[in-house]
Every structure is written in structure tokens, then in C-alpha cells.
């Protein structure tokens, strides 16, 4: 496993003033309720994505600025409810103005180009956050401003570097995901594109408020009696990758009846487990892992929609089953967290989400993974190739940072065949972590060499 520390690798960028980009022709003005899946507390936030490309000596003299630029008032005609303000109603309820002002648009160029720091850019996102995402005055709210932000800063080599930080009331990643494809195929000429968007935010809204007869670990209200959650400014960010072949040595770990688990499983496991245990907590002590499922495969959720159609089913145990049962114990809890989406839905979570007032997420001990890969940001292709490098940046990656439990995601890293786990913890936990993964690993290896003097002795007599 290769550990990346977030590197301090910083270089000029000169940004014009930030401008508002409108649909390119009239849109409804008119109001839309978001889901009560869309208002929880916990989706009220501004979240950030990068994608990263290189020159295309195919496309010489093109503007990748003015490309995007145009491309997004015409996307805009049909997603115009991301032109509008969201507004706050009754009992918290959220609703979009569409107002066709439009979205926050940044221009950008950096004195620097991509070979210079093609290997060190998506581990020191965090750092340059201000820019390749750069945070405008008065448009990081959630209420009342832009619903988006998009800056796109060319590089001294003719590559770009395209950043978004949107709204997560208004979508998920994978809504997200489709905006930026429509935008792309319309950059390359496309006169539509080929997904158009769906509003329909209504099938994910409380409809009977029903009696809760299932509990929902997720939103658990636990009161921080021992002062546990940290402040933000006492953590540090660090990515880990791993191989497929490291990736494969955790998975043989693991029991026999469970070495059919994905990539996902292998890793969820390994890391819910080894930061359990690199944060020596009492063996009472709960702790809960939350896991991002999408809700497109699983009902009945038209081809388009783009609003949150995720629930993060949870599954609770305590740190001492957790950290003192053989490995493949997490497994089968985040088989059991996943296998809960459907039991969300019959609940159903919407309705739990109006009766409790749209909860925030459980603060303490909560841990929270994601597969971004299967969302495909990388593969948006603006006319100049795919991303080498797309994803979150690091330090916005969580959904909720500052506490001592975090979300993280990972993803492809380029060039290699690895996933990488972005993580964020106080410094002597991400140690205590970092070493313990990389015993993990040594003991398998150790193991592996023993059984196989063992079979050569045997062999040899």
C-alpha cells in the first residue's frame, strides 16, 4: 500500500471576475419542491469535483473556456432549475425558484502545465482548493445562492482543468454527473443530449407519514457526552492506494466463504476495522457504518432524474466486535447495510425523514464509504479526451468533516490499475491507521511464505 500525503505543490492562477452564465434561451419561471430525500440536514452542503485534461494537439486553437462556456447556457435550457435560488418554506421545506439568474462561472489560466505536476496534482487537491475551485464572495451558501459554480482554467500545455462545486440538495453525484455529460455532448456539437433531465422530485416525497416501524441507525441522535468529536483544524488529509494485488492479499484474509466479496467489501472492511482500532475506544462503545446506496437499480426511478435518489442504510455494532472478531465479520455487516436499502424504502424512509424533521446524519463513531467510480466522472468528455484524473477533492470529500468519524470515497487512480481511499483524521490516528494497514499486509505475506516452506518441506520428505 502507498501512502500520499497531501502535498503542498502551489502555483499561480489568474482568475477573472467571476460571472453569471443564464440559460441561453427563456425558461418557466416557476417553483419546484425538492424530495424530502433532497432537504435532509445532512445534504445541505456545497460539495466540490475536479476533472483533470490534457492537450489535445487535435484541437489546436480551441478554447476549452469558451467551449464550456457556451455549451452551459444551452444545458442550462433544460436543466433550469440549477439557474434558479433555493428557498426555504414551512417546516424547513425546500423549494427551488427558478429565476433563470444563472450559475457562478469562473475563468481561469495557471502558469503552470500538466507534466509539471501530472503526479502530484490529484493528491494536492486539497491545498489548491481556492484554485481550481475558487470560492467566490457570497456564493458557498446554501440557501439564496448559486446553485452552482464552475471554473474551468486552462494550462500553459493547452490542457484544463475543469472544477464544480455544487449544491447536494439539488443533486447526487450521479445527477451531477449526468449535468456535466449534457454539457459535454453539447460542447461537442451535440444539438441535445442524448439523457434528457427529469424533475419528478415528488416520487421521493412523504406521502402517508407512517408509523416508523424500522430503526434507522443512520440518524441515531447520540448525544457527545465525552467531548469525542474533534474540530476540523485538527485533522490532517492523506490518500491511500492500493493495488489490485494488495487489494487481492486482503481479500485472502479474509474467510473462504467470503473471498467472492468485491473490491469495495475487501477495502470497507479493512479500513471501518483498522481505524476502529487506531482510535483505542472503549469496547462498548458503539460504532456505525453507513453505506451510499443508489436507489436508480433498485425502484422504479425514471432514466434522467437527477435530484438524490441515495439512501445510507446503516448497520451499528460496538468496537470490541468489531476489532475482536476474526476478519469478515465487517463483511457481512456491510452486506447487511447495502441489504437494508429496500427495507428504507418500505419503511419508508421519506416518511421517517418529515416525522423527525430531517435529522442530520449520526455524528458520532460514523463511518460512510462510497464507489465513486461506477458514477463516471472521468469518462466526460468535452471534446478533448477523457479526464486522466476525476473525483472530489480531497478535503470536500466528506460529507461531513470535523468530527471523528468521516465519509470517504475512492476511486481509479490514473495510470494504474489501483483504488485510492481518501481519508481525514487527527495526526496520531492517521498513524496508528497507516500502521496498521501495513501490518495487515506483512502478516499475509508472512503467512503466505510460511505455508509455503511448509509445503516445500513436506514436498522434500
Not at 476495522?273 to 451510499?292: A, H, N, S, Y
Not at 462510497?370 to 480531497?394: C, L, M, Q, Y
Request: neutral net charge.
Amino acid at each position: 500500500m502507498e501512502t500520499m500525503q497531501t502535498i503542498d505543490f502551489s502555483f499561480h492562477v489568474r482568475k477573472c471576475q467571476p460571472e453569471l452564465i443564464a440559460p441561453a434561451n427563456p425558461t418557466p419561471y416557476e417553483f419546484k419542491q425538492l424530495s424530502d430525500v433532497d432537504d435532509q440536514q445532512s445534504l445541505r452542503l456545497q460539495l466540490p469535483f475536479v476533472n483533470i485534461y490534457p492537450h489535445n494537439p487535435s484541437l489546436e486553437g480551441r478554447d476549452p473556456v469558451k467551449v464550456i462556456k457556451e455549451a452551459i447556457g444551452k444545458a442550462l435550457v433544460l436543466y433550469y432549475p440549477l439557474a434558479g435560488r433555493l428557498r426555504e418554506g414551512p417546516g424547513r421545506k425546500l423549494f427551488v425558484e427558478c429565476t433563470g439568474e444563472g450559475i457562478l462561472f469562473i475563468e481561469a489560466d495557471a502558469d503552470v502545465s500538466l507534466e509539471q505536476f501530472r503526479d502530484t496534482l490529484p493528491y494536492s487537491l486539497s491545498s489548491m482548493e481556492n484554485n481550481i475551485i475558487h470560492n467566490a464572495l457570497n456564493s458557498d451558501g446554501v440557501l439564496n445562492s448559486q446553485l452552482l459554480l464552475i471554473q474551468v482554467t486552462r494550462l500553459k500545455c493547452g490542457g484544463f482543468i475543469f472544477g464544480i462545486r455544487f449544491n447536494h440538495t439539488m443533486a447526487d453525484g450521479f445527477g451531477i454527473a449526468q449535468f456535466m455529460k449534457a454539457i459535454a455532448e453539447i460542447a461537442r456539437g451535440a444539438f441535445a443530449p442524448s439523457i434528457l433531465p427529469v424533475w419528478q422530485r415528488a416520487l421521493l416525497t412523504a406521502r402517508y407519514l407512517s408509523e416508523i416501524t424500522v430503526r434507522h441507525y443512520e440518524y441515531d441522535q447520540v448525544v457527545d457526552t465525552k467531548s469525542t468529536l474533534i474540530p476540523a483544524n485538527n485533522m490532517i488529509d492523506r490518500l491511500f492506494f492500493f493495488s489490485q494485488l494488495q487489494i487481492s492479499t486482503l481479500r485472502q484474509t479474509l474467510p473462504a466463504h467470503r473471498h467472492d466479496c468485491s473490491s469495495f467489501e475487501v477495502l470497507a472492511d479493512c479500513v471501518w476495522r483498522l481505524r476502529t482500532i487506531g482510535f483505542q475506544l472503549k469496547p462498548e462503545e458503539d460504532v456505525r457504518f453507513l453505506c451510499v446506496v443508489n436507489l436508480r437499480s433498485k425502484i422504479d426511478i425514471p432514466l434522467g432524474y437527477y435530484g438524490n435518489a441515495v439512501v445510507f442504510p446503516a448497520v451499528i455494532t460496538t468496537a470490541a466486535k468489531l476489532c475482536g472478531n476474526p476478519l469478515g465479520y465487517a463483511v457481512d455487516l456491510i452486506r447487511k447495510a447495502k441489504a437494508k436499502a429496500t427495507t428504507h424504502l418500505t419503511s419508508p424512509m421519506v416518511d421517517f425523514m418529515v416525522i423527525k424533521g430531517r435529522p442530520r446524519f449520526t455524528e458520532l463513531m460514523r463511518f460512510m464509504m462510497s464507489d465513486i467510480t461506477r458514477i463516471g466522472f472521468e469518462n466526460v468528455d468535452f471534446g478533448w479526451g477523457k479526464a486522466i484524473f476525476g473525483g472530489p477533492i480531497i478535503g470536500g470529500c466528506g460529507i461531513i468533516r470535523g468530527m471523528i468519524s468521516y465519509s470517504i470515497a475512492f476511486m481509479n487512480r490514473h495510470n494504474k490499475n489501483s483504488l485510492v481511499v481518501p481519508l481525514c483524521l487527527p495526526p496520531p490516528d492517521m498513524e496508528s491507521f497507516r500502521a496498521n494497514v501495513h501490518a495487515s499486509l506483512q502478516v499475509k505475506q508472512v503467512l503466505d511464505k510460511v505455508d509455503s516452506d511448509m509445503h516445500n518441506i513436506q514436498s522434500a520428505s
